[in-house]
Structures are given as structure tokens and as C-alpha cells.
């Protein structure tokens, strides 16, 4: 079994020390705040948590868990360093890891005179690169020992919420390790075995981006509502109830729809709803911040997806796909006419090809609108694909149509793939 060294024991460090103990894992909690040292080592939990105070006696009395001011003596008996120390904002904003970086100096000058393996994980939340650039090559340093052979580090995001933290110990909607190594992060999940959640091992970028991804969407999440809210009051609505209609809607509201990074939104509906909701508030002399930066974010978006065209530095480009999404003719607020048009204003020569766009077709406000923006739509449309591949030096995955075509033959250089927003980095994956 396992020996865990805790560092950190305020309200994330705690409940995982008890945790590990109540799982049989022989557990040292680690704090230079002696007050908490004492608390721990009297079966007292040092913070105020539901359950946690008769949890921490338990495990004390039964001679699994203690703490220590002691770093050394800390790693010199373990296997494992957890971190769990804090990480405010500075005066400016910006993510605060001094308490963590001298952790994982002591510990590197503690593991130089220790000959066993040895895995330290990070609780703590921290943006991506900072383990890989500042805490990897601190530990390596101090520890004179290479990563990767009988020293790993990891990070193993935490999802507890004050109040409800053992509950979510236990219950947690996933448990993810994020590890240059399966090995090193199979060692990390093997803690969890009594817990039944799906266990994932990632890389270390995305393990400690997830957790300020789910943070800032709870965020937005309760932002939204109480914007919804003020709205509601202001027309007289009910906004408990709205929002609880919104909440029924498990097939788009409340779902993985629209939850994928891909393109800019378009088409009849967004846009406009959008716009008439933050122009009532306007007038109201009301304050919606968040929903009123929904449009200027998605023209972010669309500008960041010209910008990876224009990185490529070819002027012949083929786009698949016109409307907003596949299987309609409607170019409404279609984000691809919008980067058309404002290519063929920077001298591109685009060709489109969208089987489902034909101009004779187009009737009232839709052919208003292209007659608008791409008077000259004829031309760059294409009938036939292989006459788009021809021309396009560069081509544009734009809506699902892209799906159906064969792009095997073309190089990583002459894609770009709007739905993902990224530069293919090889054909396969196009195609996948």
C-alpha cells in the first residue's frame, strides 16, 4: 500500500488526507501552520467541513493519518506527495504559485537524499504550462534527479466544493491524472480504486486547463441566469420559472450541444435575438455584461479564423461549405459569408463549393442579404468539386459538408478546418 504525504491542509488538503486514510492509505498531512499540525494530530479537523471533524478522528485513532511541520521527515516516509497548497490572484490577476513553488523546493531538496521512487501530484489549480515549465524543472533541480525515471510528477485536478466536499470526494463526475506517462498517471487514478468515476489519463496542459474550464463555466453558467433573471424582472416574467423551462430542454440547453470548439455562429436566429435582447436592456438602462459580449466574442472568433488563413500564406483558397451549417440554403448571418467577403476584400480568390446553395433558389430576405454582402456570389460558387480542389491552394472545412469529401491526397499545409478551428496536422485526421 501506498504511503501519502499530503502538503497543504486547508480545505482541499484535508479532505483528501482523511479520504486517503478512511481508503487504508497510511497518510501524513504536511502544513508549516503548527496551529493546524496540532489540530490534526488531536483527531480535530483544522477546517470547518460537514463530517470531516468526526472523519479526521476517526483516522487519527486509528493510526493512519498524522501531520507534520517536518517536509523531510514527510518524504523520507512516503511514496507520494500530493500538493495542495493555494494559488490566489496576484494584486494584477495573474495565478499566485509562490506557496506552491516552495513546496516543490522543499520537496526536491528532501527527495536528494532519498534513493526510492518517487511521484509528486499537484492538487493544486494552475494554469497549463506552469507544471511543465517552472515546477518540473524546479523539482528536477533540487532533487538532482531526471524526470521521467524514477521521479514523475503529475496533476490530478480537484472538483470539491466547500460545505459538500466529501460527498464530492466520493462522487466525483470524473477522476482525471494528467501525466507525461500512462504509467506515472495509472499510478496517480490507482489512489481512487474505491471510487466508481470514470478515470482518465491525459496530458498535463489539458488536466490543469479542464479545471479552470470547469470553473469558468459554472461561472458563466450562474451569470447567464441572473442576467436571464434581471431581464425577467424587467418584462414582468417569472424568471424562476423561465429558467426552469430552460433546464427542461435536455437536448440542447442542457446537454453537450454546442459545447465543442469549432467555428463562429451564425444564421437567423442567434444574432438577432441576441441583439434585441441587449438593445431592450440598453434601453432599460440595464446592465447585461456578459450577454452583451457574446457578439463581439463570436466576430473574436471569426477573426481568429482569418488570421489562420492568412498564416498559411496561400491567396487561392477553396471553402466547403456556405450556409451556417449543412443542409439548408439559408446565408443569413452565415459566418462563412462574413470571411469571404472579407477575404475577397483583402484579394483572396476564393471558390465555394455547397451543393445545397443555388442562387436561383434564394427568395426574399435570404437573397436580400447575400444581394448585400456577396453580390457577386455567382462566381465564386463552383457546381463541381473537383474544380474547387483544383483552384484552392489552400482549403477551408467550413460546415459538414466537409465530411463527405475525400481529402486524403492534400498536406497539412492546405487545410485549415473551421468546425475544429485548428490547422490540420495531418490528413488522417480529416477523414476520421
Given at each position: 500500500m501506498k504511503r501519502i504525504a499530503v502538503f497543504g491542509t486547508g480545505y482541499v488538503g484535508c479532505v483528501t488526507a482523511a479520504c486517503l486514510s478512511r481508503d487504508g492509505y497510511h497518510t501524513i498531512?504536511?502544513?508549516?501552520d503548527s496551529e493546524k499540525v496540532a489540530a490534526l494530530n488531536a483527531g480535530e479537523s483544522p477546517v470547518a467541513e460537514p463530517g470531516l471533524s468526526e472523519l479526521v478522528s476517526e483516522q487519527v485513532a486509528a493510526g493512519r493519518l498524522r501531520a507534520t511541520e517536518d517536509f523531510r521527515d514527510a518524504i523520507q516516509e512516503t511514496d507520494i506527495a500530493m500538493i495542495a497548497v493555494g494559488t490566489p490572484s496576484d494584486r494584477a490577476g495573474a495565478v499566485s504559485t509562490g506557496a506552491l513553488e516552495k513546496v516543490i523546493e522543499s520537496i526536491g531538496q528532501s527527495l536528494s537524499e532519498n534513493s526510492h521512487p518517487y511521484t509528486v501530484v499537484i492538487r493544486s489549480t494552475l494554469l497549463p504550462?506552469?507544471?511543465e515549465n517552472r515546477l518540473a524543472p524546479l523539482l528536477a533541480e533540487t532533487s538532482g534527479k531526471k524526470l521521467g525515471e524514477q521521479l514523475h510528477i503529475c496533476n490530478n485536478p480537484e472538483f470539491l466544493r466547500e460545505s459538500v466536499a466529501l460527498r464530492d470526494y466520493d462522487a466525483p463526475p470524473f477522476v482525471v491524472a494528467g501525466a507525461s506517462s500512462a504509467v506515472a498517471g495509472e499510478e496517480v487514478l490507482g489512489l481512487y480504486h474505491g471510487i466508481k468515476a470514470e478515470k482518465i489519463v491525459t496530458d498535463t496542459h489539458t488536466a490543469a486547463l479542464l479545471k479552470y474550464a470547469c470553473n469558468a463555466y459554472h461561472a458563466v453558467k450562474i451569470g447567464f441566469a441572473n442576467e436571464i433573471g434581471a431581464l425577467a424582472r424587467s418584462f414582468g416574467a417569472d424568471g424562476q420559472q423561465v429558467m426552469d423551462l430552460v433546464c427542461r430542454d435536455t437536448k440542447l440547453n442542457v446537454s453537450k450541444a454546442y459545447l465543442r470548439p469549432g467555428f463562429a455562429f451564425g444564421g437567423s436566429c442567434l444574432p438577432k435575438d441576441l441583439r434585441a435582447l441587449t438593445r431592450y436592456?440598453?434601453?432599460s438602462a440595464m446592465h447585461v455584461s456578459l450577454l452583451r459580449s457574446v457578439?463581439?466574442?463570436n466576430q473574436e472568433h471569426l477573426d481568429r479564423a482569418i488570421e489562420l488563413i492568412e498564416d498559411r500564406g496561400?491567396?487561392?483558397?477553396?471553402?466547403i461549405g456556405l450556409s451556417f451549417?449543412?443542409?439548408?440554403?439559408?446565408?443569413?448571418e452565415s459566418p462563412f459569408v462574413t470571411l469571404v467577403e472579407t477575404l475577397v476584400g483583402r484579394g483572396y480568390d476564393i471558390k465555394i463549393f455547397d451543393p445545397g446553395i443555388s442562387i436561383s433558389r434564394l427568395k426574399g430576405r435570404n437573397l436580400a442579404y447575400i444581394d448585400q454582402r456577396l453580390p457577386h456570389l455567382a462566381a465564386l460558387l463552383v457546381e463541381d468539386l473537383e474544380q474547387l480542389l483544383e483552384h484552392g491552394e489552400l482549403l477551408v472545412l467550413?460546415?459538414?459538408i466537409a465530411d463527405e469529401v475525400d481529402l486524403s491526397s492534400r498536406?497539412?499545409?492546405q487545410i485549415v478546418d473551421l468546425r475544429r478551428c485548428l490547422v490540420i496536422a495531418d490528413h488522417e485526421a480529416v477523414n476520421a
Open positions: 498531512g504536511v502544513d508549516i504550462g506552469i507544471l436592456a440598453e434601453e457578439l463581439p466574442s496561400k491567396k487561392k483558397v477553396g471553402l451549417k449543412a443542409g439548408t440554403d439559408d446565408l443569413r467550413g460546415n459538414d498536406s497539412s499545409d
